[in-house]
């Protein structure tokens, strides 16, 4: 039924419906994320606006926090690496579970588990944006309320992408996490291949250079 009616709606209804379904997969996570793939409830807009969402809040945060919880050095910030410390680990997240789990019966493919994490990331984009206004606004005292609201919308979008792998890849709750561990430490080793992989351009670049700088000395 609800298919029938979603194949009636056009792009536009279709984008919206998807979008306020990321809502559903926060409160009804088990029931929310597998409609989200195997009923086909999601979009990859909607999962790419909700990722765009948690860049810019961000962002948003190192301009707009209260200075007594974030101290913002802006001559020594690099915007495009601070944004990569969400979209590198996420990346490499994506990579690493769709891969582990396709050689152990996963159901999912790479663009459900990246949709269903981005969809996770809800509750980071609703909590942090009313706590950064909610900020300038309390004293040092009242500061542990922010660190722990803050720290629960890590910790709910946490347990909701746990969630979400178990659906996806129709995996038992011990199953799931054991390859929610593994996926971890897949994400450690793909970071130590790329550190070996970038030593070794580097080293090879600086080899050609100093190959060049001999010859043209020698000439």
């Not at 926090?65 to 020594?76: G, H």
Request: some cysteine.
């Amino acid at each position: 039924m609800i298919a029938n009616v979603r194949e009636n709606l056009t792009p536009k209804e279709k984008y919206i419906d998807s979008l306020k379904f990321a809502l559903y997969c926060t409160t009804h996570p088990l029931d929310g994320f597998w409609d989200l793939t195997h009923e086909k409830r999601g979009t990859y807009a909607a999962a790419n606006t909700i990722l765009a969402l948690a860049l810019l809040i961000r962002i948003l945060k190192l301009r707009y926090t209260s200075f007594l919880f974030m101290e913002v050095y802006w001559e020594d910030l690099n915007i495009f690496m601070y944004l990569a410390s969400i979209v590198f680990p996420l990346t490499l997240w994506v990579l690493g579970n769709w891969g582990l789990t396709t050689l152990f019966d996963g159901k999912g493919r790479l663009g459900q588990v990246y949709m269903a994490t981005c969809y996770a990331f809800t509750p980071y984009v609703l909590i942090q944006f009313p706590l950064m206004i909610f900020s300038n606004f309390v004293t040092v005292q009242e500061a542990e309320f922010y660190s722990v609201v803050s720290l629960l919308s890590l910790v709910y979008s946490a347990l909701l992408i746990i969630a979400a792998m178990g659906q996806i890849h129709e995996y038992s709750a011990g199953k799931n996490l054991l390859f929610v561990v593994a996926t971890l430490f897949a994400m450690l080793v793909m970071i130590f291949i790329l550190m070996i992989f970038f030593s070794m351009v580097a080293q090879g670049i600086a080899y050609f250079i100093s190959l060049g700088k001999e010859l043209m000395f020698r000439m």
